[in-house]
């Protein structure tokens, strides 16, 4: 499987590496008595016994083939030709993503910084972080306004000259050009959407959810916060809606947010090479962390208007850390998101002090008294609920082969654009046959309806199918909530929702930026509505089932079907269309979508995180797992180095192809036991190129000489591209040299003991957000480490835990 290649990965970057065991590596002390040539100070013979040579040469070199250099490929890689068919799996695990660091290094240099920084230092970082949230949520604002209105213009434009062209063909006959004017204009914006997508960056595909959902778990996907990355993803998502794909530009939205705190929060821009010298301190993974999930929480906020909801989503679907001081800022970028966004479409739409448009979609109100709901309805809104779970489950299940087709055979861009192209033309033809053979005429009422097609309706009348296939996915759920009893006929809203089922069935997936949201709202209001009308006939009116109520169901059962959020989709709900009336039956229908929905397959983010290979620990270990220990999953030999090693040592480790390991505990011989090497700290792939690139070390015959000192500064301005090992020139004369590594470790690192169980190793890991976990034995000797894949292997399967195999995807 080591042959998995560019589409497999959301980075769209090729991986090809020999993933051969680690042969004669130049290590100064491999532990554990592992079948390498130990260095001196081999593992103990009791150590050597504990490990069978099966389990050991099972993990041999487990961490060794990890590409580190995404951003320095060479051009024979980018130029290797792509095979027919990528073999894939879902039960992989992915040695490319690398994980991030959530832990503070706590070395000298960062006690030294701790200790100088005063009271009133500490005030004005905490003022920093709300100055932050307030511009991540007023850039976030700002970058929805744009979306929405390019999109409507675009939009308006292209409607507006489709419909000038069916209702001129329509009395002549030949509206044939009309449908070739209707595929080509949508196939062209598409491929634009696309193209962008595919060859500038793969990563902007898709809402981009499940990988800040991974980021926020503390994976690195590579590309992911970049500048580029914003940039595609927002064109990409105005020409994906204007292509009139079944598609929303509502969970972009997040992926955008926070791509804007990642790069706000740092106070330079690495892709435009612009340092402002602002916000120094937070260049680290674990403050980076915290405003992305503020940028999400905005990016909800902006989409739907829905600050609490905004907070809830980071909470449930994003982040896997969470404190109380960061709930309040969060809920402030979110706060700042809404208002920054009703101000300026207010201003857009000529009353500057009216803000009624909270977010890019508006649900428009529900009327309490007239739209209220009785206890017998409430098996109806269960009933609904089961429907939603069934029809999302069945939606996820076709993605996911659809998917693996896409992964093993659309690898290529020109294909991932040729297809997004024939979904885009497709689309067009569908909605135009399905309007065309339509006979469902209702008379116009006032300016309702923004684009009306007449087609062969009698004068003053328009075609009902048109109302909901020729217009933009947003408006054509507010017309299904809101429109009167009788507006639809039932054949029109049953043919509709199978159309469009499968359409954005086959839509999401594709390599354009473009959420699941809106669509999934749409099929649900959809069905609702058919499904009220049908309770209305079938019960000769004894219920009276408002259709738009039922439509406000129906959606949150097919969106909660689909993604299986509960919590913040009902609060998001209940803030978009203005009404708390409907939080108890919205929460009914999502609890019962979620549980039924689970039964059958995984949530849409969670399944396509699991596709992709990612390497993404959930909240707990697998039930069951007590029998494994740390000493089962661990990962052995460790590469160590000693307190002051030679500089010539320290290159090979880095260098070595087969060794990209990121963490080397740091060891050093216990006094009387010149045998044994006890764990004295952990130091990091990062920190070591950094202190190679400063020359940070003296000849052997001066160990007493004070080296060059870094600053921590030294390290931030390299966070977060560090340069590759390759990059670094060392002399002959400098291998010799000796590098102190006391200051720059870290000497608290975590540790386990062998004996424990795989549950607490797991929390452990998971609740700290560790990179590596250090196993030792009685004598504090290095044994192994334990780091992300050694967790994510072990999953719960139909018969028990079953352990996922590492493949070079």
Not at 17 to 42: C, I, K, V, W, Y
Not at 267 to 288: C, H, N, Q, V
Not at 725 to 734: A, G, L, P, T, Y
Request: glycine content about 8%; hydrophobic content about 45%.
């Amino acid at each position: 499987m080591s042959n998995v290649s560019k589409k497999v990965s959301w980075s769209g970057r090729e991986r090809e590496r020999d993933p051969g065991p680690q042969q004669g590596e130049a290590t100064p002390l491999l532990l554990n008595g592992s079948r390498a040539g130990a260095g001196a100070g081999g593992g103990s013979p009791r150590s050597r016994q504990q490990l069978t040579s099966s389990s050991s040469s099972s993990r041999l070199g487990r961490l060794s083939n990890v590409d580190l250099n995404d951003d320095h490929e060479t051009e024979a890689e980018a130029a290797r030709p792509f095979p027919h068919e990528i073999p894939h799996s879902e039960k992989l695990l992915s040695l490319k993503y690398e994980s991030l660091d959530y832990d503070n290094c706590e070395n000298q240099l960062f006690l030294e910084e701790e200790k100088r920084i005063n009271h009133t230092a500490f005030r004005t970082v905490e003022i920093r972080r709300w100055v932050i949230c307030a511009m991540i949520g007023i850039l976030t604002g700002l970058v929805a306004c744009f979306i929405d209105i390019v999109v409507e213009y675009i939009a308006g434009m292209k409607y507006k000259v489709v419909k000038g062209n069916i209702d001129k063909f329509t009395e002549t006959g030949n509206l044939s050009f009309a449908l070739l004017l209707w595929t080509t204009l949508n196939a062209s914006f598409v491929m634009v959407g696309s193209a962008i997508v595919a060859f500038i960056e793969p990563v902007a595909a898709g809402s981009g959810i499940p990988q800040i959902k991974c980021y926020l778990n503390g994976v690195k996907i590579p590309h992911v916060v970049r500048l580029k990355t914003l940039v595609v993803k927002v064109c990409g998502v105005i020409f994906s809606v204007v292509g009139g794909l079944a598609v929303g530009k509502e969970g972009p939205m997040i992926h955008s947010g926070a791509v804007i705190a990642a790069g706000i929060s740092q106070g330079r821009s690495t892709s435009l090479k612009r340092d402002f010298k602002i916000f120094e301190y937070f260049r680290r993974d674990t403050e980076k962390r915290d405003f992305v999930s503020a940028g999400a929480a905005a990016g909800v906020s902006a989409a739907f208007g829905a600050p609490v909801g905004g907070v809830l989503f980071s909470l449930e679907e994003g982040a896997s850390f969470w404190n109380q001081f960061l709930t309040w800022r969060i809920f402030f970028a979110s706060m700042i998101s809404t208002f920054t966004l009703n101000s300026i479409l207010s201003i857009y739409k000529g009353n500057p002090w009216d803000l009624s448009s909270p977010g890019l979609i508006n649900f428009g109100r529900f009327d309490s008294e007239k739209m209220g709901y009785t206890i017998q309805e409430i098996p109806i809104f269960i009933f609904m609920g089961m429907v939603g779970g069934v029809l999302g489950a069945l939606f996820n299940a076709l993605n996911y082969w659809l998917t693996m087709f896409r992964i093993r055979y659309i690898h290529r861009p020109c294909l991932q654009v040729v297809e997004a192209m024939l979904v885009g033309a497709v689309t067009a033809a569908v909605a135009f046959v399905m309007i065309y053979t339509s006979r469902d005429c209702q008379p116009l009422q006032g300016n309702s309806m923004a684009y009306s097609l007449q087609l062969f309706c009698p004068d003053g009348e328009y075609n009902a199918m048109a109302a909901a296939f020729f217009n933009t996915p947003e408006k054509s759920v507010v017309r299904l909530f809101h429109d009167p009893p009788g507006t639809y006929d039932p054949m029109t809203l049953g043919m509709f929702t199978l159309m469009y089922f499968f359409l954005a069935c086959w839509t999401y997936g594709l390599t354009v930026s473009a959420g699941v949201f809106i669509p999934s709202l749409l099929i649900g209001a959809a069905w609702g509505r058919l499904f009220g009308i049908s309770l209305s006939y079938a019960t000769n009116s004894w219920i009276w089932a408002d259709p738009g109520k039922y439509a406000l169901m129906g959606a949150a059962a097919q969106l909660g079907g689909i993604v299986r959020m509960t919590l913040s989709l009902t609060v998001i709900m209940m803030e978009a269309t203005g009404n708390v009336t409907y939080g108890f039956p919205i929460m009914l229908v999502l609890m019962t979508a979620k549980i039924v929905g689970d039964y059958f397959v995984e949530g849409l983010y969670d399944m396509h995180i699991q596709l992709q290979s990612v390497p993404f620990l959930h909240w707990e270990a697998p039930v069951t797992s007590h029998s494994f220990t740390a000493r089962e999953v661990m990962s052995t030999p460790v590469t160590c180095l000693r307190r002051i090693e030679k500089v010539g040592t320290i290159v090979d480790v880095l260098s070595h192809t087969a060794s990209n390991h990121n963490g080397f505990p740091v060891v050093e011989n216990i006094p009387g036991h010149d045998q044994m090497a006890g764990l004295r700290g952990l130091i990091l792939r990062s920190q070591l190129i950094v202190l190679l690139k400063h020359k940070v070390f003296v000849e052997r015959a001066n160990l007493s000489l004070v080296q060059h000192r870094l600053k921590l500064k030294d390290f931030r301005d390299a966070y977060p591209r560090f340069p590759p090992i390759q990059s670094i020139h060392v002399s002959q004369d400098e291998r010799e040299c000796m590098m102190d590594l006391t200051e720059f470790m870290n000497p608290s690192p975590y540790t386990v003991p062998q004996e424990a169980s795989l549950p607490r190793v797991f929390k452990l890991f998971r609740a700290l957000g560790l990179r590596h976990l250090v196993v030792v034995d009685k004598h504090n000797q290095v044994v192994g480490l334990v780091t992300r894949k050694d967790l994510a292997r072990y999953r719960l399967g139909k018969e028990g835990i079953e352990e996922v195999p590492l493949a070079q995807t």
